[in-house]
């Protein structure tokens, strides 16, 4: 599991460039409008996308580096491996 950090608007583009190609992968907290493969709404919780905050994020290392066409390494501030924590337990925690 990996924790990093990106710019709004760079999560932006991310998301954006999934959209317009090849869809777009299960999110939590994240909404959005997507038309003709542009994204016209983006909110994050309640708040609307700000493209000049940093977002904490995480996924796992396929999605991270390159994994069905994502590539949120590209552009991350800040990123570190859990190494001690499986996805599994985390969901279990939630559940």
Known sequence: LFLFYLKGATLK????TLASHNGLPILGG???VV????ITSFYIGDEPLDENKTYKLSTISFLLNGGDGMFFAKG???VKEWKDVMVRDLVMDYV
């Open 76 to 78: 991350a501030i800040k």
């Open 30 to 32: 994240v909404r959005l």
């Open 13 to 16: 583009y991310h998301l954006q």
């Open 35 to 38: 038309e003709d493969g542009v």
